[in-house]
């Protein structure tokens, strides 16, 4: 589930298993080709116009083209246009900031054998009495020509949340249904001068401290274990698929084992990383601390190869600090809690009693003035004393937290 803030609402999204007759599977499978087949279409007619009349289409003129292109539904046709103006804004938008690759950013070109369909809330019916989730089909043409409405695909749910804005037709290892809705942004918005400061790492997700000595760190041995056995199980599967002929019946029986191996391990983190942010939530919560920095790690996992050795930049690599704070946000946001990002060079090395630059090479930072510390509470001491009016030296007390 995530979050987006908007306005006065909260959006939400929650993931369910499609649950239907066979007969309405069977047409939900075709849905996401039938949705592709837009896309593309949106790429030819938009490439085309755009050389006939040396600019792009425009919204309008786009919806009159690709209208009744297929036997998709009109508000699911809707809904790939709309995703393929989006991308293409997104273009101008990193153009016009002139961001570091800019120049290499293209229009959607590439042709899609499945795109997500979508189904907003004039096209579904929602039947809570009998736990139905009811989803719109094209209007239907008789022989004679005479227009009919045919019978929508018909889902059943366990738990229909209210105020459904869209649903959209994904898949995840079998059909799912990524149900958006909005529900009323009841804040408790935090207003006291406690401030924190994080230090991430990978192997202590979050490592923080607050102007009252309030530590706490949050391991997260548990996703590296996750990762570990991702990467052993893939290397096998990789190995035995070196022997096999690229696209044999063996060859793609091990390549959708990888896919599912993939997928686990992706459902693992996520949740992982879900409840690691909550358990800072509940730390921010107790001590009312109204902003917290963080540092810019973008630099830490570029360019690792001429850096760093093999083994450290697989980890790297494979951190997932960008979804933390991610997650970090969507929670912490709800309480009026500010995120700040700062420069964290240096911040792990420099002693804060004296100063001195050391390098440490364990989890205990020591210093030639008798100093000694956790090395990442060291990190999160520095980051906070060089962004507020703070000389904390020491922690006052501390949490270790090892998520369930």
């Known amino acids: 589930m995530n979050r987006i803030k908007g306005g006065d609402f909260m959006y939400k999204t929650i993931i369910i298993p499609v649950k239907c007759n066979s007969t309405d599977y069977k047409y939900l499978m075709g849905c996401n080709k039938m949705s592709a087949d837009v896309w593309n279409y949106c790429i030819e007619i938009d490439k085309k116009y755009q050389e006939q009349n040396k600019k792009f289409m425009d919204k309008k003129t786009m919806q009159t083209t690709v209208k009744g292109y297929t036997k998709l539904h009109a508000k699911g046709v809707c809904h790939v246009y709309r995703k393929y103006i989006m991308a293409r804004d997104a273009m101008f938008k990193s153009i016009n900031a002139k961001h570091e690759n800019s120049n290499t950013v293209k229009l959607p070109y590439r042709q899609k054998v499945f795109f997500p369909t979508g189904w907003d809330y004039q096209s579904i019916v929602i039947d809570k009495n009998n736990n139905t989730i009811k989803l719109s089909r094209k209007v239907g043409i008789k022989e004679n020509g005479e227009k009919f409405k045919q019978k929508p695909v018909k889902c059943y749910a366990k738990t229909i949340p209210n105020n459904i804005v869209e649903i959209e037709l994904i898949y995840r290892k079998g059909l799912k249904l990524a149900i958006k809705y909005k529900e009323p942004d009841k804040q408790n918005l935090i207003q006291s001068e406690n401030v924190a400061s994080i230090d991430l790492g990978e192997i202590h997700s979050i490592t923080s401290i607050d102007t009252q000595g309030n530590s706490i760190i949050i ?71 109204s902003t917290v920095y963080y540092g810019d790690l973008d630099s830490c996992t570029r360019d690792t190869t001429e850096r760093v050795g093999k083994k450290v930049g697989q980890k790297l690599n494979e951190w997932n600090y960008g979804l933390i704070m991610l997650q970090l946000e969507n929670k912490l946001s709800r309480y009026g809690i ?45 980051i906070l ?20």
């Open 385 to 404: 004393n060089n962004n507020c009016d703070s000389n904390i030296q020491y922690y006052s007390n501390k949490k270790y937290l090892r998520i369930a």
């Open 219 to 289: 391991t997260g041995r548990k996703i590296r274990s996750f990762k570990r056995l991702r990467d052993k199980e893939q290397a096998k599967l990789r190995s035995k698929m070196s022997k096999c002929t690229k696209g044999s019946r063996q060859y793609k029986k091990y390549n959708k084992a990888l896919y599912s191996i993939k997928y686990k391990t992706e459902k693992q983190i996520l949740d992982a990383v879900h409840k690691t942010t909550k358990l800072y939530l509940d730390y921010c919560l107790e001590y009312q601390i």
């Open 338 to 382: 500010r995120l700040e990002k700062i420069n964290e060079a240096y911040t792990s090395q420099i002693c804060p009693k004296c100063g001195k630059h050391n390098h440490p090479t364990g989890r205990r930072y020591k210093c030639s003035c008798g100093y000694e510390q956790h090395r990442d509470i060291v990190g999160a001491i520095n």
